[in-house]
């Protein structure tokens, strides 16, 4: 079996249409998404249409939570006024932009998908299977927990995003937890690419993380027009995060430039 997974697509249409087509060109089976599908793109609506159009199976993250029941966004990932107040002029741009029809989609889009093969149980989710704005860290989050979180939740692999930074670990247990990264944003790391998960369980290595190229010139050109804050863009075209940093552990906050 052969399947992508999309973390975090936080609106950003364009590079989700260029991983599609290339998880397309690697022989994926299936596409699924990790939530977060709006929230800091321009124009939500082009990227709800592209997972319905092609049938992507897509779990809820916090945005499309509150996108979809027009409620604030979970506040959690915000530390500080500022950050908060970005947050509050995005989720009321997409608010505006969103078509009644994808909201509602959004609003009924299922916390967790889960599917067995070869008799290995998976299960996706947006941050954890007991929360969905939980942060699960490759440096900070007890392997203690992960255990736990998968166990209860019957889990052989975890699948989860949320942080926007892709890892993986084998437990002692055998299990796996896997996140997606993120096609939203880069990765904190200087460059503009994005990430995905793929899975070949034929491979030795299932589990692997595909860097992906896009037009991110054209998606910084969006976000201005739209008159999306500008932190947006400089976050896309430097390749460094300009919010979320406060929540960072020590060890990924040294990957960055802060």
Not at 51 to 72: C, F, I, M, W
Not at 155 to 168: I, K, N, R, S, Y
Request: aromatic share 8%.
């Amino acid at each position: 079996m052969r399947a992508a997974f999309f973390g975090e697509v936080h609106g950003n249409s364009i590079a989700l249409e260029s991983a599609m087509r290339d998880a397309q060109r690697r022989g994926a089976e299936a596409i699924y998404c990790l939530g977060d599908v709006v929230g800091f793109g321009p124009h939500p609506d082009r990227s709800v249409e592209l997972l319905r159009e092609s049938g992507v199976a897509t779990v809820q993250g916090e945005h499309d939570y509150a996108v979809g029941n027009e409620k604030p966004v979970a506040g959690t990932c915000y530390t500080n006024p500022g950050e908060e107040r970005l947050a509050r002029l995005d989720h009321d741009y997409t608010l505006e932009k969103i078509s009644p029809g994808h909201r509602a989609w959004l609003a009924a889009l299922p916390r967790r998908i889960s599917f067995e093969h070869q008799g290995v149980r998976y299960l996706l989710v947006h941050g954890s299977p007991r929360r969905q704005d939980e942060q699960l860290w490759e440096s900070s989050t007890p392997e203690d927990l992960l255990e736990l979180l998968a166990r209860d939740a019957d889990a052989d692999v975890l699948v989860c995003a949320h942080t926007g930074l892709h890892w993986q670990t084998a437990l002692p247990s055998g299990r796996v937890v896997v996140n997606a990264g993120a096609l939203g944003r880069p990765a904190n790391d200087g460059t503009r690419r994005v990430w995905y998960a793929f899975l070949d369980t034929e491979a030795e290595e299932p589990f692997s993380f595909v860097p992906l190229e896009y037009d991110c010139e054209r998606l910084a050109a969006q976000m201005r027009a739209e008159k999306l804050p500008s932190e947006f863009a400089e976050a896309i075209l430097t390749g460094f995060w300009t919010t979320g940093l406060d929540v960072l552990p020590v060890k990924e906050r040294l990957r960055g430039r802060h």
